[in-house]
């Protein structure tokens, strides 16, 4: 008799299993309180695999998402999606014990005409492509954990009425934990060359310090911009020097 009621009691374990990684998302979905400020549109495919037609995150837009679930990621204690999407993909992930967000394999590509609309107050209007890569990017109450990421803007410029100036292509390297985030700038293949960086600080303290140079002749609108951000330390040399605390910067 025993035996019967393990067997039974497996069966329904195996059945109960069966049911809920084939639940509609969207059935899921309706159980679950999302945060006000995340909405999800056009659920399809079940919890494990699947997809969403529009992801609305204030005003992030993102659409065509794609989902799997990634068994692997149970070894580490986590729970893990990999998301795909036209803009590029990554793996998000949450650690069952300390219930942090840990997104890893993250390779994304964004034109600046999407980011611009997200930037109040703007003086100008940024050109070009920005793409985030980031192998380790760790949340905890939505503030920055820990942090391990390159920024690259392909293609950096700007239009300012009637004018239009491109300057290439620049990458900054960003790490980071709980405290303090600090980034590099460099130049890839750009009309000014870059050198240096800076850091942020969990209470808005920030400080810069960033020379720029070229050997080219400049243009005189860039080097009317130049000189309203930097200070001339000789023929085409101009560096950035900076620092104060910004409440806005703080997490």
């Not at 998301?83 to 390779?107: F, H, K, R, Y």
């Not at 004018?163 to 960003?174: A, F, I, K, N």
Request: with cysteine; aromatic share 10%.
């Amino acid at each position: 008799m025993r035996k019967h009621w393990r067997q039974l009691f497996f069966f329904t374990h195996c059945l109960i299993f069966f049911l809920v990684i084939n639940l509609p998302l969207g059935l899921v979905m309706g159980q679950v309180q999302l945060p006000p400020q995340l909405k999800l549109y056009q659920p399809s495919g079940t919890l494990f695999h699947g997809g969403l037609g529009q992801v609305q995150a204030d005003r992030v837009v993102i659409r065509d998402i794609s989902f799997q679930w990634q068994f692997g990621c149970l070894m580490k204690l986590q729970w893990c999606y990999q998301l795909q999407s036209p803009e590029g993909g990554l793996v998000a992930g949450v650690n069952l014990l300390t219930w942090q967000v840990e997104l890893s394999e993250v390779d994304i590509d964004y034109p600046m005409s999407a980011i611009t609309p997200l930037i109040p107050n703007l003086l100008v209007e940024p050109t070009g492509n920005l793409r985030f890569q980031s192998d380790r990017l760790v949340l905890e109450s939505q503030r920055p954990v820990a942090i391990n990421a390159v920024v690259t803007w392909n293609g950096l410029g700007v239009n300012a009425g009637n004018e239009s100036l491109t300057l290439g292509d620049y990458r900054v390297v960003v790490t980071g934990d709980a405290d303090r985030i600090n980034y590099e700038v460099e130049d890839i293949n750009g009309l000014l060359q870059a050198s240096g960086g800076g850091s942020i600080g969990r209470n808005g303290r920030y400080d810069v310090s960033l020379e720029l140079s070229s050997q080219d002749v400049l243009p005189d609108r860039l080097k009317s911009i130049l000189e309203l951000v930097a200070r001339p330390a000789g023929y085409n040399q101009y560096r950035i020097i900076q620092q104060g605390t910004d409440r806005r910067l703080s997490w």
